[in-house]
């Protein structure tokens, strides 16, 4: 009887267990969590009418404590006596002395969607040889776009993240002074000639080129859009049809779009820093079998000179004779057999040669010459 009673037992909170985890997995498909290997397909790619437009323009920086471009800078004096004239002062430009000005470029960044008065934050950069932009107002500068255009003006109290000081014996600086940004420092003046809502076809921009994942996206679009309205142009173009619910109304339609989960793949690839020693392994790399022995050879040459001097009264001269002490010492490791078909087990195989960074990057060259390292070598 109590065997009895005790199976039950065990049924029951197998059954409530069971229970349990199936509720949780029904909460989270009807939340939308994706699998853990998916991501968005707006992080992967970029839609046509969503970019940002690059504006840039000259301007002056005034107000700076004696930090500013020096007498060489002829372009700043010469910005100096245009703007002084159009105000309505005549100076001579050979007395003035710009240390307190300096000339500067103003980039911004302008989303196709932005419309007059909306406000654009700016980088400010020195062209000159001033020494640091903190304290410094930035003029009213015009941003022009590629085509000439002026599209917004810039104007405001420069935000540095760093300081210099500096005295005749020794100077500190913390970070770079001579970039600046000003936080809603520039208003539109002229939206882009595009409408995002006419576009009869839309096309996504996949970041990196690999046909399974485009061929991915393409199915999940159409299943979320409930037609054969994608399709693709090659390993990294997706053109859409509007459908014809989202005519002129296409911000539904991206809501939809650019939330979808897709679960990517690209090709297997191991990306070197030589400068640093980083070795970065993609997750699809694989290692065929092979033997891989790996020692270092260490040549190590001491110069010590001696001092030959002749002994009194013998009419001798003082001589320098040098001394080389070699030596040589190379490492004898065995071979080491490696195979690896998932990334832990390469990883595991190349930790057991007991090489360092610099020295991994030598073995992945000769793996991939012989051909047993089944992915893109890429150095930078």
């Known amino acids: ?27 989270m498909i009807a939340a939308g969590i ?16 969503v970019r940002n437009n690059e504006l ?18 002829e372009f700043t004096i010469r910005s100096l006596a245009n703007m002084l004239e159009k105000m309505g ?16 470029m103003v980039t911004a960044k302008m989303p196709a969607s932005a419309r007059p008065g909306s406000p654009l934050d700016v980088t400010i950069s020195s062209m000159g040889d001033a020494k640091s932009l903190y304290g410094g107002v930035l003029l009213l500068t015009p941003l022009r776009g590629l085509d000439g255009r002026v599209y917004a003006v810039g104007q405001g109290a420069l935000t540095l993240g760093g300081f210099s000081a500096e005295g005749q014996a ?38 990196n080129q690999d046909f399974g994942t485009t061929m991915r996206v393409v199915n999940s679009i159409n299943s979320a859009v ?7 142009l090659d390993g990294a173009t997706i053109q859409i049809a509007i459908p014809p619910k989202f005519v002129n109304n296409m911000v539904p339609l991206m809501a939809s779009l650019e939330n979808l989960d897709v679960s990517p793949d690209s090709r297997a690839r191991v990306v070197v820093d030589e400068k640093t020693g980083t070795v970065v392994l993609g997750g699809n790399v694989r290692l065929t079998r092979v033997a891989v022995a790996h020692g270092s050879l260490q040549i190590v040459v001491a110069e010590s000179p001696n001092v030959s001097q002749p002994g009194p009264f013998s009419q001798g001269q003082t001589v320098v004779t040098p001394e080389t002490e070699l030596k040589v010492k190379e ?18 195989g190349l930790n057991s040669v007991g090489a360092t960074p610099r020295d991994l990057i030598s073995i992945l060259r000769t793996l991939k010459t012989a051909g047993s390292l089944h992915a893109d070598l890429e150095v930078i």
Do not use: W
């Not at 290997?37 to 992967?44: E, F, N, Q, T, Y």
């Not at 936080?183 to 009869?200: H, L």
């Not at 409930?226 to 693709?232: H, L, N, R």
């Open 1 to 27: 009887m109590t065997t009895y009673t005790q199976s039950r037992g065990r049924h029951r909170d197998f059954a409530r267990t069971l229970f349990v985890t199936l509720l949780c997995l029904a909460l």
């Open 331 to 348: 490492q004898n490791n065995r071979l080491l057999l490696m195979e690896g078909a998932t990334l832990q087990e390469l990883v595991d």
């Open 34 to 49: 994706a699998p853990a290997h998916a991501v968005r397909l707006k992080d992967i790619a970029s839609f046509s009418g």
């Open 226 to 232: 409930g037609g054969k309205y994608a399709k693709a």
């Open 89 to 104: 002062v005549s100076v001579n430009p050979n007395t003035l002395r710009p240390k307190n000005t300096a000339a500067v």
């Open 56 to 73: 840039v323009g000259y301007g002056l920086v005034v107000g700076l404590s004696g930090t500013g471009d020096g007498n060489t800078s």
């Open 170 to 207: 020794a100077s500190a600086q913390k970070n770079v002074t001579t970039v600046a940004r000003i936080p809603n420092g520039a208003t539109v003046e002229r939206d882009v000639p595009f409408q995002f809502n006419k576009q009869e076809v839309l096309t996504v921009n996949m970041a």
